[in-house]
């Protein structure tokens, strides 16, 4: 029975669509800005974008794109090198459309349905772990194929969606320093070791599990912990400290189900749970005892 518990629980973080990734969303500037929208990923190796770029004031339109690329880039077998696919985009359409934008776009995602795993990437140095910072933010820890053509050193990986069945990443890179100016630039690579997935979901916990028992970042360490989740939902120690940080933030019924997951995973955390202070509010939920008195 348990471990039906944990196959169920793999399988439904692992095929759970995550939220769209995009730049800025607020729709005027004094400067300006670009929206990057993964769609999601066909069976192969191929991923289906937006990329928009909006004035700032006084530039264009309010509103309006004065660059756009809408479609796919696709890796094709064999090949290093994504091949882009664009349906709409301001290099050949002289003239946006919004109502073109829409459709393309929804005619995209009811093609491009599997969403695969997202990976939030943090642009700051975790203190006193080189390691952590240098594996977080290098690209190397990902073992591509080929030779990548890399952005230059003011941009820094953002997001990486991984396709489901690990076989490539969609890494959008995000500009450094520029604030709502920045721009984005996706890339399309072959993995050769899937198995980068759980080991960027090790460093994530392990950051995120350093910013909450220091107590610096409380907001950020939940950011870290739920990627490692979402990385790799077997990580009880990702999920402990998410119900950690739900139950002292009040949220109950979060913490519970995190605890629970945790407690599947690794029957030990629940002694850890019943001296946890974190939990002090909890003591008399039947909900709590049913987790921490009952074997699993």
Known sequence: MILLR?????AAASFAAPATFQGRVDSFSELPREELSFLGWSDACSAAITH????GIGEGLQGEPVAWSIGT????????VPKPAWRFD????SAWSRERGRQETEDLSKKFLRKGFTEKVRDAEVPGRADLTALLLSTASLRAEGSPSWPGEKFVPYRIQYHPLLQCALIIFRERGVGEAAGYKPLLVRLLEPGVRRERAHAHATHGILLYTKGSDLEAAGVELATAVELDPRRADARYH???ISASQGRDAEALNQLRSA?????????K?????EFEPL???ARFLDIVDKPL
Do not use: I, K, N, W
Not at 73 to 80: H, V, Y
Not at 273 to 277: C, F, H, S, V
């Open 90 to 93: 301001s290099r050949r359409d």
């Open 242 to 244: 998410l119900a950690l």
């Open 73 to 80: 880039l696709t890796l094709e077998p064999g090949q290093t």
């Open 283 to 285: 003591r008399g939920d």
């Open 263 to 271: 407690a599947l995973l690794d029957p030990g955390l629940t002694e």
């Open 52 to 55: 928009l770029r909006f004035p």
């Open 273 to 277: 749970a019943r001296e946890a202070l």
């Open 6 to 10: 944990l196959l169920s629980l793999f």
